[in-house]
């Protein structure tokens, strides 16, 4: 019988959704709104449809460290109060907790630290009716696999920026993790039937999104021809792909999303936050965050193909329809399934310090003092063992090659940190020590203030040892071997294969690659309804919800933004001008418009090429990796590989000064219009 749902998520009652999945917030670790989460799993859980808590908590954003150094990528202490919360929901609805990439990188060593808090927070006080089956997926790589498998040819750069991967470099990495994809998640919640708890290590971002769905829809994964299946797991991944993020696709952002799920792979998202709403453009225009285009995504196994998604508004004016993606299977084309390995490696030691100057005699000469200290820290250091870079961060420092002269007025203030790395702590101390006082007491011409140069002591700290230094020595795509992308299992139960026999026709066993553990914790009474078994009995040609506004994009009576009476920056005409990282080796630029009129009007204007990007971030046209438009969205999105000081280098590491990419639009936000476009503009 249809379920009523009425006011969630803007469904009618005259098609059965196959499920919901609530997403509290965009990564476990920073904070959630419970009121907000139990309101909606409260709602879901009434319709009497599947209803699970699913989120990420796992990036490559902030650099290598985690890998490389074994960090958390919160405090041990945020990922307790956020999975007390959950576990508080989970246990209360009786609906089950998935997520990925825990304690971010994904590592076997974070995920078994999960784990424990789980198992720490069912011993608390006021949790004796507490009892959760909780499995642990584990995706760390053996590195001897690697390097097999770098030798048969089949380890490839995860994009043309990425350096070919040597054997050095796998000996250099501390630790590999691979991004899963759906299938062991898949895999573990067919042989687990009645788990609570889902602690998945690296995985792709919407991969537990993928897999709650396609286990609920039956959907097999080997059916890589089937239509079907394309547009189901198609539409799972979209979803996957917008709700990973949280609320970041509504406006104004929201903590988290929830979405409804149709057997087909249509589904429907709306923001978590009451006062949020989502729109055509802000949905489709997420799909575009931290990727190298908008229309084609990778993946594990495959891609998914937005060309024919379609966006509608309904009538809550808050929700959103999409359907229409189509999920391309690799092996349907006689090509491998692949992963994605991600390591770091330990380069050095840094050491740094900081603080500012404000003469502004020496402001005008800053460059020349920097660089006479640079020379005094060598003479100091000449017979000493080791080697050494040090190098200079300037933030207020006038662009004395900015061709606008308000950039070129005198600052009252230069913040500047002295950063150094060195084949030692020692002496990436000595250097960082040596080169502090060089800025102190450095002589410059029409010296006045001669009692010191520089305003220092932040923190009471003269220089601060920063410890090991990380740089990414993985980002590649591994071929896997048929049966090697599914969980490993004793019994093989979960493994089936197309190809997986030897020459005597005997079934070859996959390789132990992505594995898990069962625990159960708490001491609560197991008898009670626990998760949602599979169903298969939706109808993939029922009839569509009504009340649907087809998308006609938003078009104000002015092509203009920002309060701008007449747009002459392209941040005066754009609603959004972001950067972000697409990995750690590219930066990707989004620029969104809130009239389509204007949008199309500034298409056809030609002002946005592959010249204005090269020319705006001084590269090579042939340097780009990516540069259209996406209309959909209406965007223009471009990729360019991240460059410091004139060379290719992933994000993080030595002198990172945006590890994210976020700032780095600025010169697309100050691109002038040209005057003809203007004209056009209302």
């Not at 759906?182 to 039937?193: K, L, R, W, Y």
């Not at 197309?498 to 066993?509: D, E, Q, T």
């Not at 078994?533 to 998308?551: E, R």
């Not at 938003?554 to 933004?561: L, P």
Request: one cysteine or more; hydrophobic letters at 35%; proline letters at 6%.
């Amino acid at each position: 019988m249809p379920i009523a749902i009425n006011g969630a998520n803007g469904v009618d009652a005259e098609r059965t959704p196959l499920c919901h999945i609530v997403t509290p917030v965009g990564m476990l670790g920073y904070g959630l709104q419970e009121d907000e989460t139990t309101d909606a799993v409260r709602r879901f859980v009434a319709t009497g449809a599947p209803t699970a808590m699913i989120l990420d908590s796992g990036s490559t954003d902030s650099g290598p460290d985690r890998l490389a150094l074994g960090t958390l990528g919160s405090p041990r202490s945020s990922y307790v109060r956020d999975l007390r919360k959950l576990l508080k929901i989970a246990h209360e609805f009786h609906v089950p907790l998935i997520f990925s990439s825990a304690g971010s990188d994904g590592s076997d060593e974070h995920t078994k630290e999960i784990l424990d808090i789980i198992e720490d927070l069912t011993k608390e006080k006021g949790t004796d009716a507490y009892t959760f089956k909780t499995v642990g997926i584990f995706s760390g790589i053996d590195k001897s696999l690697i390097r097999d498998r770098l030798r048969a040819g089949a380890i490839s750069g995860c994009g043309a920026c990425v350096p070919p991967l040597t054997e050095e470099d796998i000996d250099a990495s501390v630790r590999v993790v691979a991004q899963m994809g759906p299938e062991p998640f898949i895999d573990a919640m067919v042989v687990n039937p009645d788990f609570d708890i889902i602690a998945g290590g690296r995985a792709y971002d919407p991969a537990p999104y993928v897999a709650y769905c396609a286990y609920l829809a039956g959907v097999d994964m080997n059916d890589w021809n089937s239509p079907t299946v394309q547009r189901q797991v198609g539409g799972f991944t979209h979803m996957g792909k917008i709700l990973e993020c949280g609320g970041t696709c509504a406006e104004p952002k929201s903590h988290g999303a929830t979405a409804t799920i149709y057997k087909d792979g249509e589904f429907i998202i709306s923001p978590l936050t009451p006062g949020a709403r989502c729109t055509p453009v802000s949905v489709a225009a997420h799909t575009m965050y931290e990727k190298s285009r908008p229309d084609l995504l990778h993946g594990p196994g495959g891609y998914f193909d937005l060309n024919t998604a379609t966006y509608e508004q309904l009538e809550d004016q808050r929700s959103i329809r999409v359907q229409g993606s189509i999920f391309h299977f690799t092996r349907a084309t006689g090509k491998p399934y692949q992963v994605k390995l991600e390591a770091g490696s330990i380069i050095g030691y840094r050491s740094m310090f900081m603080g500012s100057v404000r003469d502004p005699i020496l402001i005008k000469q800053l460059d020349s003092l920097t660089e006479l200290v640079k020379q005094y820290v060598a003479s100091q250091h000449d017979n000493i063992p080791g080697t050494y870079e040090f190098e200079f961060h300037f933030y207020g420092k006038p662009d004395g090659n900015a061709e606008d002269a308000s950039s070129l007025q005198q600052s009252p203030e230069v913040f500047l940190i002295g950063e150094v790395l060195a084949s030692s702590q020692e002496l990436a101390t000595s250097v960082a020590a040596t080169g502090r006082i060089g800025i102190i007491h450095g002589s410059y011409s029409g010296q006045k203030a001669t009692s010191g140069n520089f305003a220092f002591g932040i923190g009471g700290k003269s220089v601060i040892e920063l410890g090991p230094c990380a740089k990414f020595s993985m980002y590649h795509l591994m071929d896997l071997e048929d049966g090697e992308e599914r969980l490993f299992l004793e019994d093989d139960v979960t493994t089936p294969t197309h190809n997986g026999a030897n020459g005597n026709g005997i079934h070859k066993k996959p390789n132990r690659l992505f594995t898990q553990s069962v625990s159960v914790f708490g001491k609560g009474d197991r008898s009670l309804p626990r998760s949602a078994t599979p169903t298969t009995t939706a109808d993939i040609g029922a009839s569509k919800p009504k009340g649907q506004i087809s998308f006609i994009a938003k078009t104000s009576n002015g092509s203009t933004s920002n309060g701008h009476s007449k747009p002459r920056t392209l941040g005066d005409l754009a609603k959004v001008v972001r950067s972000k990282n697409a990995g750690p080796y590219e930066i990707t630029f989004d620029l969104i418009f809130e009239s389509r009129d204007a949008y199309l009007k500034l298409k056809e204007s030609g002002l946005l090429s592959p010249k204005t990007i090269a020319s705006a971030y001084n590269i090579l046209e042939s340097d780009i990796v990516w540069v259209g438009f996406f209309d959909p969205a209406q965007a223009f999105k471009a990729t360019i590989p991240r460059i410091r000081a004139g060379k290719r280098t992933p994000g993080g590491s030595f002198m990172e000064n945006d590890v994210h990419g976020s700032q780095q639009h600025i010169p697309l936000v100050n691109l002038k219009l040209p005057e003809e476009l203007i004209a056009t503009l209302v």
